[in-house]
């Protein structure tokens, strides 16, 4: 674990896991070009999505603690009968949208190996391909203008963004992405599709670097504890400018530039995985000379 391939991968992981161009995707490439693959890579990668979790969390934390609040608070009026799905302000329905969205989530983790397999599959095609599927997203989502808010969403809503963020579980499809994509044809008005997107993103993230801890604690593999450091402040502060950056996009109407970006990055891969195929040899071979 040296620390250029630190500091690049935890910029990687800071800027494309808000910026809707697939955080997975790119580590998967950038791993299957430089060969940095195995336990190092596994534990890295976990700490890379810690720190992007510290970034939404530092960004989106007025969001998040009034959702805390009308966490406890939902539960008192349930208790005392005031309780009301009708007369719910923007804060709790949020909150209840983001349990419903995650909650279908947690069948397909069942399955996250047919997920993740495609990251260490050593062909990019796939990655390449899932690049244009989120291109294709961008492109669409970016003709939509809606209007509703976070008080005004509904079960419908949160079922669509939860299905797309399930998707998006492929490596090359993007999470923020397709979660804001699916906000933006529900309606939502774009603040509010951004703002549900990258909280939805907390418990996915944190439940993912979960599951993942566990395989990593299978191996016996020493940890180096400050590249590690270093890897998560890194990823933590580019992912909360990122953050920054994609708000300032798409408020003003400039999302598509994404799908030009993951349309070209999805042709690039597709034409690496054949020539790879044609001609026998590795991307990281040429890299790495």
């Known amino acids: 674990m040296d620390i250029i391939n630190v500091i690049i991968q935890g910029v990687v992981q800071g800027l494309t896991e808000f910026l809707p161009v697939s955080s997975s995707g790119h580590l998967s490439v950038i791993q299957h070009i430089t060969g940095y693959t195995g336990d190092d890579a596994l534990i ?21 603690w009034g959702m805390i609040k009308e966490f406890f608070l939902t539960i008192g009026d349930i208790f005392t009968g005031k309780f009301s799905w009708k007369n719910m302000n923007g804060s709790r329905r949020m909150m209840f949208m983001v349990i419903i969205a995650t909650l279908l989530l947690v069948p397909v983790y069942l399955f996250k190996d047919f997920f993740t397999a495609r990251e260490g599959d050593g062909d990019i095609i796939f990655e390449g391909l899932a690049f244009m599927f989120t291109a294709v997203m961008l492109f669409l989502s970016d003709r939509c203008h809606g209007r509703k808010q976070a008080e005004d969403m509904k079960v419908k809503d949160a079922v669509t963004v939860g299905l797309f963020q399930c998707v998006a579980l492929f490596p090359g499809v993007s999470r923020s992405g397709s979660t804001t994509a699916a906000g933006l044809f529900c309606g939502l008005e774009k603040e509010t599709a951004v703002s549900f997107a990258f909280v939805l993103g907390i418990p996915a993230i944190l ?5 993942e801890i566990g395989d990593a604690l299978k191996s016996d593999m020493q940890l180096d504890w400050v590249m590690l450091g270093i890897g998560f402040v890194i990823s933590a502060v580019v992912g909360f400018l990122a953050i ?23 042709v690039l891969c597709v034409a690496g995985g054949i020539w790879e195929h044609a001609t026998g040899g590795a991307l990281s071979s040429l890299f790495m000379k």
């Open 44 to 64: 890295l990668m976990i700490v890379l999505h810690l720190g992007t979790l510290a970034a939404v969390l530092v960004a989106f934390w007025k969001t998040v």
């Open 244 to 266: 920054k950056l994609v708000k300032w996009l798409i408020k003003n109407d400039r999302f598509k530039i994404f799908g030009i970006y993951t349309a070209i990055i999805g």
């Open 207 to 211: 439940g993912g670097s979960v599951l």
